[in-house]
């Protein structure tokens, strides 16, 4: 069953810890992006990648940092320098093309500050 | 400076009657336009899409339609159901050759009231 899958759920993170968050697909799809929803704003794109071993910075990259070593994963790293990190992340993917090509969305991790 | 705007944070409506969410953009060179439904704590699922060669889109109880002219697109939902209470994001996105990211509104929470 194809798809995409965060992990964990939930994670808390200590003043001045970094955490990655997991982001994998089975879909086969070439682009990732990386989302932080906060209530009442909508989703801001963090980071996307549209091919393995290349990234491009959002509107919100700032504190943040990802890597694509392998197609199918996309982890996020929130540093020490993510002053405000709590809120809900959101991985998708797409494939490749023109057109209209939606994004499919995993079902978020919520991270929270300890 | 936000591209996409949902200016209604929340609507009700009653079970049966029509739900119309409204959407409006700023930005001329968007071509492709999608609709999302998301439930709390879970990612958001795609909906409905309409390219900009269109001004109507239909799909079961779901129609979107696009006036380029006044930059505005809504969703109607004919009959509504309380399964359909949910945040509703309208997006958008720019034709090219890659997977440009979308660009969301900040949702609007439609309630469907038994």
């Known amino acids: 069953d194809g798809g995409i899958t965060q992990s964990p759920k939930y994670l808390f993170r200590k003043e001045g810890q970094n955490v990655t968050l997991s982001c994998e697909q089975n879909?086969?799809?070439?682009?990732m992006y990386w989302y932080r929803q906060d209530p009442g704003q909508g989703l801001r794109l963090i980071y996307y990648?549209?091919?393995?071993?290349?990234?491009q910075k959002g509107d919100i990259a700032e504190g943040y940092s990802v890597s694509r070593e392998k197609k199918e994963s996309f982890p996020l790293t929130v540093t020490s320098a993510q002053k405000n990190p709590t809120a809900f992340y959101l991985c998708a993917s797409t494939q490749q093309g023109i057109g209209i090509q939606p994004q499919h969305f995993g079902d978020g991790t919520r991270l929270s500050i300890l | 400076d936000q591209q996409v705007k949902q200016n209604s944070p929340s609507l009700s409506v009653q079970e049966g009657r029509i739900s119309i969410l409204n959407c409006d953009y700023t930005n001329s060179m968007f071509d492709y336009f999608l609709w999302y439904k998301k439930y709390p704590a879970e990612g958001p699922t795609f909906l409905i899409s309409i390219s900009s060669i269109k001004d109507k889109n239909e799909d079961g109880r779901f129609t979107v339609f696009l006036n380029k002219s006044a930059k505005h697109l809504s969703l109607h939902i004919v009959p509504s159901q309380p399964g359909d209470s949910a945040v509703y994001f309208c997006?958008?996105?720019?034709?090219?050759?890659?997977?440009?990211?979308?660009?969301f509104g900040k949702g609007t929470r439609l309630s469907v009231i038994a």
């Open positions: 879909l086969n799809h070439d682009a």
């Open positions: 990648s549209q091919i393995v071993n290349d990234f």
């Open positions: 997006a958008a996105k720019v034709r090219t050759s890659g997977n440009t990211p979308l660009v």
